[in-house]
Nanobody, 119 residues
Framework: QVQLVESGGGLVQPGGSLRLSCVASGIEISMYEMNWYRQAPGNERELVASFMLDGNIYYIRSVKDRSTFSRDNAENTVSLLMNNANSEDTAVYYC?????????????WGQGTQVTVSS
């Protein structure tokens, strides 16, 4: 059984930092593209950052200069550090593991962790 378990959400002061972690079991993340998504109330789920198998990392523009996405394949864990948080970062954050196989796309999701940026 595959599980992705996020942690690290909660209340963050504007301008503060948040660090999210995702521990995977049942898969080896070294074989997967790992992604962080978020969904704010009333909005669609959006991609925040991707750590691709070739080592490249993609960030959406709004977080690019203040975020660090790291992965530890040995610990089967990924983390997202985001500095200078603002109200637009308020959302449920989801960890995603994705792998393309011939004719299909495998997607696993965590249950999500709430991040609220507020004073």
């Amino acid at each position: 059984q595959v599980q992705l378990v996020e942690s690290g959400g909660g209340l963050v002061q504007p301008g503060g930092s948040l660090r999210l972690s995702c521990v995977a079991s049942g898969i080896e993340i070294s074989m997967y593209e790992m992604n962080w998504y978020r969904q704010a109330p009333g909005n669609e789920r959006e991609l925040v950052a991707s750590f691709m198998l070739d080592g490249n990392i993609y960030y959406i523009r709004s977080v690019k200069d203040r975020s660090t996405f790291s992965r530890d394949n040995a610990e089967n864990t990924v983390s997202l550090l985001m500095n200078n948080a603002n109200s637009e970062d308020t959302a449920v954050y989801y960890c995603n593991a994705r792998r393309a196989v011939p004719g299909d796309l495998i997607d696993y999701w965590g249950q999500g962790t709430q991040v609220t940026v507020s004073s």
